[in-house]
């Protein structure tokens, strides 16, 4: 049964603490992105990958980490330097630059 | 910046009717267009890619690519009550470009 998957659904944080989402694939894909979603808001892009061990800088990279060490997960780790983390948090994927495919999304709360 | 703009609505349709979404971008060099649908708390789903201008139809749905105008459209005919979402519009060049999406509503 192919598609990504992120945990936790919902994660609640402490401020000042550094909290790691995750974000697992099977399809195959390349391509790895993380946007975030503030209510009413579209989607930003905090960061992508299009290959192993590589990731580019989205719109909105600050207090925000990754990494790509295997084709099927590219974590996402909120740093106690991001100011305002507080949102719904979306993996995707693709095949090269094509359509996207979304995780359900993890919704962080931090007080 | 490359930008793409929606009007965030809501448009509200009666059940049946023909609802019609638009979507403008910046970037002329735009290549590949796609419309997600994306229910209250979950996360967007995709409905439609088009890439050629022109229409593509898929079942209900009918995406309009302008690229001279710079103009991409959603048509959703027979709409649902179900169809009530927020459609986002996303662009490519780069990683894609979203809009900030419009919110439908159909009423019975």
């Known amino acids: 049964d192919g598609g990504i998957t992120q945990s936790p659904k919902y994660l609640f944080r402490k401020e000042g603490q550094n909290v790691t989402l995750s974000c697992e694939q099977n399809?195959?894909?390349?391509?790895m992105y993380w946007y975030r979603q503030d209510p009413g808001q579209g989607l930003r892009l905090i960061y992508y990958s299009q290959i192993v061990n590589d990731f580019q800088k989205g719109d909105i990279a600050e207090g925000y980490s990754v990494s790509r060490e295997k084709k099927e997960s590219f974590p996402l780790t909120v740093t106690s330097a991001q100011k305002n983390p507080t949102a719904f948090y979306l993996c995707?994927?693709?095949?090269?630059?094509?359509?996207?495919?979304f995780g359900p999304g993890t919704r962080l709360t931090v007080t | 910046q490359k930008e793409v703009e929606q009007n965030s609505g809501p448009l509200s349709v009666p059940e049946g009717a023909i609802a019609s979404l638009n979507c403008t971008y910046s970037?002329?060099?735009?290549?590949?267009f796609f419309w997600y649908r994306q229910y209250s708390g979950k996360s967007p789903e995709l409905i439609m890619f088009i890439y050629s201008n022109g229409d593509k139809e898929d079942g209900r749905f009918t995406a309009q690519l302008n690229k001279a105008s710079q103009y991409v459209s959603l048509l959703i005919r027979d709409s649902q009550p179900s169809d009530s979402a927020t459609y986002l519009c996303a662009v490519i060049p780069g990683a894609l470009n979203f809009g900030k999406g419009t919110s439908l509503l159909v009423t019975p």
């Open positions: 995707a994927s693709s095949m090269g630059v094509a359509e996207q495919y």
């Open positions: 970037d002329r060099g735009s290549q590949s």
């Open positions: 399809l195959n894909h390349d391509a």
